[in-house]
């Protein structure tokens, strides 16, 4: 996936929550925009995984994005 698709996900106002899929099969919810980070030259993407003790990172090569996906609210509260 292009960087910039991921940057305007990123900074979308107003920051609506999605789902990274990759090619292996994982997805992650990006819930807040603050808990994630494009790396300076697009290639990677850091995100902070919720679950777990402590300070936990997956860091996802964006070529291997499959696709970005609206994440479903419609349950959150």
């Known amino acids: 996936m292009r960087a910039e698709t991921v940057k305007e996900v990123l900074s979308a106002v107003p920051f609506r929550p999605f789902v990274v899929h990759t090619v292996s099969g994982a997805s992650y919810l990006i819930d807040h925009p603050d808990f994630t980070m494009l790396s300076r030259g697009g290639r990677s993407l850091y ?3 919720p679950e777990g003790e402590g300070e936990r990172v997956r860091i996802v090569d964006t070529a ?10 419609s349950h959150a509260g």
């Open 47 to 49: 995100i902070s995984l």
């Open 64 to 73: 291997l994005i499959e696709r970005l996906e609206p994440a479903d609210t």
